[in-house]
């Protein structure tokens, strides 16, 4: 029996898989090492998410990181480009969060970004409170006296942290800003903090949970303004003039995304090249 080869493909048809990851790693690679800043549509909640929180400096601010690890790929970026803008307008910065993640991961992201000033500022202007036990019973206490939590997350007594001096409840906080990724955490934020009038809220979500918090915002309702995954995080970034992590990743992605476009164009080209052959 005689078996017939295929007919080896020519030209266009004949690209070695290898060039293709290969350009792939350097489309991606190269914004993640120096992004490049391709241009981004800022949303209208993002834009007044950035509007809402600079208004004015000197304001006192709350990042509840109720997030597990699986979340910090979307929220990450955002944490580090909120902490960067109330570095900027000289924010005071409470950490805190009913996930018992919150502590470490709030110590991550202030090292990144105070780092430099952690000896003279922490406990200045930035403190960890870290983990707060008891889910919704936990909020409601903390909203009614914050200084219920009785340390911080690396055992400091908030007698001995001076800016808690000024903070004895939730009201003494203009924004309690809540990152999540499911929504459990924010409609308990909503109950305990901002429907008895305690602060007003902010949220950085992932894109799955953003769609189900729309309904919620308003200028007159629960969450002022709100920020999505890793587009909302870029478009802080480019807001703020820091760009970062998500402008990097988004520069990626459309880079990626070009080349993709590129090879299915040469594809079709060489399919119409051999077609006109025979």
């Known amino acids: 029996m005689n078996l017939q080869s295929k007919p080896k493909k020519k030209g266009l048809l004949n690209i070695d898989s290898r060039i293709i990851w290969l350009l792939l790693l350097f489309f991606v690679g190269i914004p993640l090492v120096r992004p490049i800043g391709i241009p981004i549509t800022v949303s209208q909640n993002t834009r007044d998410f950035y509007e809402i929180l600079t208004e004015q400096s000197g304001i006192t601010i709350a990042l509840a990181l109720d997030t597990d690890p699986a979340g910090l790929a979307e929220l990450g970026p955002q944490i580090s480009a909120i902490l960067k803008i109330a570095r900027d307008y000289n924010f005071k910065v409470v950490m805190v969060g009913w996930n018992n993640n919150a502590g470490m991961f709030a110590n991550t992201y202030l090292t990144e970004v105070f780092s430099d000033v952690w000896n003279s500022e922490y406990g200045i202007t930035f403190v960890n409170l ?40 939730a009201s003494d906080i203009d924004y309690l800003i809540e990152f999540c990724w499911n929504l459990d955490y924010p409609n308990s934020i909503m109950r305990q903090f901002t429907a008895p009038g305690y602060t007003k809220m902010l949220a950085a979500s992932t894109a799955l949970v953003y769609p189900a918090l729309l309904p919620f915002i308003g200028p007159e309702l629960p969450i002022k303004s709100a920020i999505k995954g890793m587009d909302g995080a870029a478009m802080l970034e480019l807001l703020s003039k820091h760009p970062g992590l998500a402008i990097a990743g988004t520069d990626a992605q459309s880079l990626a995304h070009i080349l993709i476009i590129i090879f299915i164009a040469i594809g079709n080209f060489g399919l119409f090249l051999q077609k006109e052959e025979t």
């Open 130 to 169: 870290g983990y707060v036990p008891g889910g919704e019973t936990g909020m409601k206490q903390f909203a009614e006296d914050v200084w219920s939590v009785g340390q911080d997350h690396y055992g400091t007594q908030l007698e001995n942290i001076p800016m808690m001096k000024d903070i004895r409840t």
